[in-house]
T-cell receptor, first 114, second 110 residues
Framework: AQSVTQLDSQVPVFEEAPVELRCNYS??????LFWYVQYPNQGLQLLLKYLSGSTLVESINGFEAEFNKSQTSFHLRKPSVHISDTAEYFCAVILNEGDYKLSFGAGTTVTVRA | KAGVTQTPRYLIKTRGQQVTLSCSPISGHRSVSWYQQTPGQGLQFLFEYFSETQRNKGNFPGRFSGRQFSNSRSEMNVSTLELGDSALYLCASSGGPEAFFGQGTRLTVV
């Protein structure tokens, strides 16, 4: 069964427009949630994390995500994108508190156009 | 603080050969995980090592193996390479739930 579902594989967006990347996970227990970004020919960079506490988490470059336990979602948003935000974005979860195994979504490619 | 270092960055191997990839985690991190990334299958978990012990294993054949040394450095080995093993192999270093990734090793099997 799919643990993490990213509903959009490709999201084209114009510069300075808002963007939302959707992520749903399948779990009835408390989890840790993450968003990673990958630029071409590079590894994954941690963008955001939800471990506990406030359900709204923010990154230093303007992204935010909200943990919604009832809807089992962790959607990523940015109110105004830049060309440099063009990348692939992965939602990931840790389902077991006893280890650090990440289950990833299929990824969403964001292409920002001028 | 140095990040996660993976070597080599690129490898080209022939079918049937074996390969060893190396990962040096962030200083102080005791957990190292390995992932395979391909266009068709996405990011798949291979295994996790914590304090030299394999703590978790993904659904890969026995040709894929790994180990962790006392200084937390880790290696993964793939024997009898197949064309389908061509992928980006990513190492992740963890001191807690957050994982920090290296740049990856791009393996091409010809």
């Amino acid at each position: 069964a799919q643990s993490v579902t990213q509903l959009d594989s490709q999201v084209p967006v114009f510069e300075e427009a808002p963007v939302e990347l959707r992520c749903n996970y399948s779990s009835s227990v408390s989890v840790y949630l993450f968003w990673y970004v990958q630029y071409p020919n590079q590894g994954l960079q941690l963008l955001l994390k939800y471990l506990s506490g406030s359900t709204l988490v923010e990154s230093i470059n303007g992204f935010e995500a909200e943990f919604n336990k009832s809807q089992t979602s962790f959607h990523l948003r940015k109110p105004s994108v830049h060309i440099s935000d063009t990348a692939e974005y992965f939602c990931a979860v840790i389902l077991n508190e006893g280890d650090y195994k990440l289950s990833f979504g299929a990824g969403t490619t964001v292409t920002v156009r001028a | 603080k140095a990040g996660v270092t993976q070597t080599p960055r690129y490898l080209i191997k022939t079918r049937g050969q074996q390969v060893t990839l190396s990962c040096s985690p962030i200083s102080g991190h005791r957990s190292v995980s390995w992932y395979q990334q391909t266009p068709g299958q996405g990011l798949q978990f291979l295994f996790e090592y914590f304090s030299e012990t394999q703590r978790n294993k993904g659904n890969f054949p026995g040709r894929f193996s790994g180990r962790q040394f006392s200084n937390s450095r880790s290696e993964m080995n793939v024997s009898t390479l197949e064309l389908g093993d061509s992928a980006l192999y990513l190492c992740a270093s963890s001191g807690g739930p957050e994982a920090f990734f290296g740049q990856g090793t791009r393996l091409t099997v010809v």
